[in-house]
């Protein structure tokens, strides 16, 4: 089955064909993708489906996607920093009370420690000139233009076992592989072990959920195009 996100490669501009077809099925014209794409419900998964996909449909709008990924950390930033501040909170009122029944540190003081513990360790680097949270959305989106085939299943996503043809094991049945810590750490400009200590959460995060936006476009495009298709780009 035709993976529906390789369609949009139909919208750039074509030379005339002159060749007679050769029948069978139908083929989507530029209008049905161009018609289906506007259809796609998820407005961040189909700005990063052009972007992969259809790069030439997406220049127009790459600043503004670049913009919408920018929100989108600095929510999530906000986020992990209110709930380290709200476990600094439980942590006082809980030393409080311990204070007043002078007496061993109680379970509830030792939860709101462990919960301060686990919101410091989820908590991102502090935002700033210096900071990499741009560079982390340019890259992004650079890896994911990037196919990274898996070198087992060559990008096929399957392999043959047994004589039967059954999903990668190794990339589990998306037929791309992830980009290594070391190429992540180059594309930010900084060592592999700055980014693993520092920076690997944000950038996974961000990652994550542009993968998860474009696999939810790519189905949203199947079904306007009346496929049975499941994306599976990691």
Request: a positive charge; aromatic letters at 4%.
């Amino acid at each position: 089955m035709t993976d529906p996100r390789k369609l949009l490669a139909r919208l750039n501009p074509q030379q005339a064909r002159y060749e007679i077809g050769s029948g069978g099925c139908p083929e989507w014209t530029a209008q049905d993708i161009a018609a289906a794409l506007g259809m796609v419900r998820n407005l961040l998964g189909r700005e990063i489906l052009c972007a992969v996909w259809w790069p030439d449909g997406s220049q127009l709008t790459r600043e503004a996607l670049l913009a919408n990924l920018r929100d989108l950390q600095l929510a999530e930033w906000v986020n992990r920093a209110r709930r380290l501040e709200c476990a600094h909170l439980a942590e006082h009122l809980a030393a409080e009370l311990a204070a007043e029944k002078h007496g061993p540190m109680g379970a509830t003081l030792h939860h709101a420690r462990a919960d301060v513990a686990a919101a410091r360790a989820m908590m991102w680097p502090r935002l700033g000139p210096a900071s990499l949270y741009a560079a982390i959305r340019t890259a992004v989106l650079a890896e994911m233009l990037d196919p990274h085939l898996c070198t087992e299943c060559r990008g096929t996503a399957h392999v043959m076992m047994g004589g039967l043809l059954v999903p990668c094991g190794v990339c589990k049945g998306s037929g791309h592989s992830k980009a290594s810590d070391d190429a992540r750490a180059r594309s930010l400009g900084r060592d592999a072990k700055t980014y693993r200590r520092t920076w690997r959460d944000p950038y996974e995060w961000l990652l994550d959920l542009c993968a998860t936006a474009e696999r939810a476009a790519g189905h949203q495009l199947a079904a306007a195009l009346g496929m049975e298709a499941s994306p599976k780009r990691a």
